[in-house]
């Protein structure tokens, strides 16, 4: 995935003699600018992993709250509105479903749940998967470059060339190439993963139960490392001196330099961009059949809920897309594209590419409020030095006894967490 722009083979000189004359102030910019990447990178997704682990909201997404609701109340034989919960559940919406053992449904709000293959509150009471274990894959592929390979290219931005010999150097890019790589593997696997929920419902249970997801994670893992392989034998993992990296060489194939962003990059762009404007589609129409008194309220806060991974979607294709394209261009013809490529715009793609990394955890305590409030609690625990050790009995009894019921029995009033 990562691109050379240069024609520059760069095997042909010793990576310590490749040392480029750079104004001091350039490299103590990109040398800043990498160990922001780097420090916001590990804690952002370490946060993002301690936090699934430690709520429950959070590690079983795609979990409703309302079975006890469900079960309680006199129409429980009927069709209850699995629309709202369901739009809820795929996009991490936060939303009341208020006066709901009283509410009753017209002919074409049957429709809108035939349309949604027919679902009743057992396809709700039945859906306990965790969903959120493509969300921890992500995150762990973006810590891999901020443990070993980042920490490389910052030494050699200071020492003002690679003087870590050749096995750092291989090690380094095969494992940025495992990072990127499984980064875009795993965020279409969440694509695909949200489309199957909201578009084949019913298949989901059998599709997604906690063991095909692990199975899911570990082909994911596979399949990126899979792919990685070939640039041990074919010698394209090479030291760039311009981005102080040792990186995927294009020059030394264009063809197999073609293969890699079609099937690394824009495949997995194509196959994410169908599932999340499926998902798109199905809402609005969803939307427009049913009356303005019965259709889901959406808030803007809501609505940044509901593009969370749309975001980070998008942030990965526009940090990426340049490097990959500036690639694709010199691959096909690199005689003519190469001298019309600035230097100055190769490494700011290079390190726009690299700042990706350290950008979901962000998102992800930006737009949802699960995240954000777990995060405040990890926080404070290392502020009290509380993380390691677990809460007393009677703590856990407090806490437990304070928590609300999920049937608001007062007022009838059922809340569905977020994701």
Request: proline fraction near 5%; include cysteine; hydrophobic fraction near 45%.
């Amino acid at each position: 995935m990562f691109m050379n722009g240069s024609s520059l083979n760069s095997s042909a000189l010793d990576p310590s003699e490749q040392a480029l004359h750079r104004p001091p102030w350039v490299t103590t910019t990109l040398g800043c600018f990498l160990i922001f990447t780097i420090v916001v990178d590990i804690l952002g997704n370490l946060l993002v992993i301690f936090s699934v682990y430690r709520n429950k909201k959070l590690r079983n997404a795609g979990r409703t709250y309302i079975t006890e609701a469900i079960n309680n109340t006199p129409q429980r034989k009927h069709k209850i509105p699995v629309l709202l919960t369901y739009i809820h559940l795929i996009t991490g919406l936060s939303m009341d479903i208020t006066h709901f053992s009283s509410c009753s449904w017209m002919s074409h709000s049957d429709l809108v749940l035939h349309h949604i293959h027919g679902l009743d509150y057992t396809g709700i009471e039945n859906d306990k998967r965790s969903g959120n274990i493509f969300v921890v894959s992500l995150a762990v592929a973006d810590l891999v470059v901020a443990i070993y390979p980042y920490p490389l290219v910052l030494t050699s931005i200071f020492h003002r060339g690679w003087n870590l010999g050749y096995m750092h150097c291989q090690i380094s890019g095969f494992l940025m190439g495992v990072s990127v790589i499984g980064s875009i593997f795993n965020i279409t696997g969440i694509a695909i993963n949200r489309y199957c929920y909201i578009c084949h419902s019913l298949k989901y249970d059998k599709l997604y139960s906690d063991k095909n997801s692990v199975c899911y994670v570990l082909l994911i893992w596979a399949l990126t490392v899979l792919a990685i392989v070939p640039n041990l034998f074919v010698g394209s993992l090479q030291y760039d001196p311009r981005v102080y990296s040792c990186t995927f060489e294009q020059s030394a194939s264009s063809a197999y330099t073609i293969a890699v962003v079609f099937f690394h990059f824009i495949l997995p762009i194509m196959i994410v961009t169908y599932c999340y404007l499926r998902i798109w589609v199905l809402v609005i129409q969803v939307r427009r059949r049913v009356k303005p008194d019965n259709r889901p309220k959406l808030t803007p806060h809501d609505v940044r809920n509901f593009v969370t991974m749309f975001v980070v979607f998008v942030l990965f294709a526009v940090c990426w897309a340049p490097l990959n394209f500036i690639g694709l261009a010199v691959a096909i013809s690199p005689e003519r594209v190469v001298p019309l490529i600035p230097e100055w715009l190769f490494v700011a793609s290079y390190f726009m590419a690299y700042f990706n990394s350290c950008l979901n955890a962000i998102v992800y305590g930006v737009l949802n409020q699960n995240f954000r409030r777990e995060y405040k609690r990890i926080v404070v625990s290392v502020c009290t030095a509380r993380i390691f050790f677990g809460e007393s009995s009677n703590e856990a009894q407090e806490r437990l006894k304070s928590k609300p019921s999920p049937l608001m029995t007062n007022n009838n009033q059922v809340k569905v967490d977020s994701v």
